[in-house]
């Protein structure tokens, strides 16, 4: 089944205690890209990859880190997270960077709390 | 920059009713618009989508048309059900990097039985 899977789905952290947030896709997409949800403000790009070693900053990427080592994976990093990363995040992959379009797969999300 | 605007929820409609979600975009060029919906504890899903003026989406009774002229891309649905509870996205993407997606803030909307 082609999907878009995150790890782990609920997370409640301290600050300051790094973590990651895995993401893979089965589909062979060469475009993936990190979004956090909040109340009001929709969903925000935080980093994307236009394919494996090219990562590039979205709209709110400060305090966050990513990586794209292989084509299928790209984790999310928090070296230190703070109370005002507490989101709902979103992985998504989409076929290619060009072409409009494109329709864009998620992941089922990953909510973080951070103490 | 691009924006998307989305009337504010909740909505909350009788099994059977009309419903329509307005949003408005701004961009440079011609971008592709969507709508996305999001069930309760799931991700999003596409719902439907239109690449070009006056290309209608369509996709499980919902629909929209790209109005340039009104930079508008309203969902509308006939009759709504109770499955159709769920947060619903208008989301453009921009012509120059056509996998970034701008997202309006969202529509959470409610079927009463």
């Known amino acids: 089944e082609a999907q878009v899977t995150q790890n782990p789905r609920y997370l409640i952290t301290v600050t300051g205690k790094k973590l990651t947030v895995t993401c893979s896709q089965n589909m062979n997409h060469e475009y993936m890209s990190w979004y956090r949800q909040d109340p009001g403000l929709g969903l925000r790009q935080i980093y994307y990859s236009m394919n494996v070693e090219v990562t590039d900053k979205g709209d709110v990427p400060e305090g966050y880190k990513v990586s794209r080592k292989e084509k299928r994976n790209f984790p999310l990093i928090l070296e230190s997270p703070s109370p005002n990363q507490t989101s709902l995040y979103f992985c998504a992959s989409t076929p290619s960077s060009s072409g409009q379009g494109k329709t864009q797969y998620f992941g089922p999300g990953t909510r973080l709390l951070v103490l | 920059g691009d924006s998307v605007t989305q009337m504010e929820g909740p909505v909350t409609l009788s099994e059977e009713a009309f419903l329509t979600i307005n949003c408005t975009y701004t961009?440079?060029?011609?971008?592709?618009l969507f709508w996305y919906v999001q069930y309760p504890g799931e991700g999003l899903q596409l719902l439907l989508k239109?690449?070009?003026?006056?290309d209608k989406g369509s996709n499980k009774g919902f629909e929209a048309t790209y109005r340039k002229e009104t930079t508008s891309f309203h969902l509308e649905k006939g009759s709504v059900q109770v499955s159709d509870s769920a947060v619903y996205f208008c989301?453009?993407?921009?012509?120059?990097?056509?996998?970034?997606?701008?997202f309006g803030s969202g529509t959470r909307l409610s079927i009463r039985p």
């Open positions: 239109a690449t070009k003026a006056d």
């Open positions: 961009a440079t060029g011609y971008p592709s």
């Open positions: 989301a453009l993407s921009d012509h120059s990097s056509a996998s970034k997606i701008i």
